[in-house]
């Protein structure tokens, strides 16, 4: 129920429940893959901070042979914050579209009457008087 109160859309409900009791992997990432995951977020970073603490020498060297040497295996939480980008609301985009039109329908009759004069000259150059 907690999950359809609104921390996240209809379609994860099932991937996240099935990942979380039923997968058979760990239901958690290596610290790369949330950093990759959060640098790849259209939202704005805040700010990141990881927690580290101390591992076995023993434990360390299984787990880079388990995973690879270049993980980080110190991290035990990481807190961030993020912010979604403002973006202008389609009614603000509206009001900025029907004010350059007011502009330009302003202009509309000077610059037709312009254009109407230099036909005339035109029109008077080439017809005989």
């Not at 700010?47 to 295996?73: A, C």
């Not at 914050?81 to 403002?86: C, I």
Request: hydrophobic share 35%; aromatic share 10%; proline share 7%.
């Amino acid at each position: 129920m907690y999950l359809r109160s609104g921390p996240c859309c209809e379609e994860l409900i099932e991937p996240i429940i099935h990942w979380v009791y039923l997968g058979d992997g760990i239901n958690r990432c290596h610290f790369e893959e949330y950093m990759r995951a959060f640098h790849a977020t259209p939202l704005e970073i805040q700010y990141i901070r990881s927690f580290n603490g101390g591992v076995e020498p023993q434990i360390l060297v299984e787990l880079r042979s388990k995973y690879g040497p270049d993980r980080n295996f110190t991290c035990t939480s990481i807190s961030a914050a993020f912010r979604k980008l403002p973006r202008p609301s389609i009614g603000s985009s509206l009001f900025a579209c029907s004010i350059r039109l007011r502009r330009w329908l302003d202009e509309l009759p000077s610059v037709l009457v312009k254009a109407l004069r230099r036909l005339k000259r035109r029109i008077r150059g080439i017809l005989p008087r």
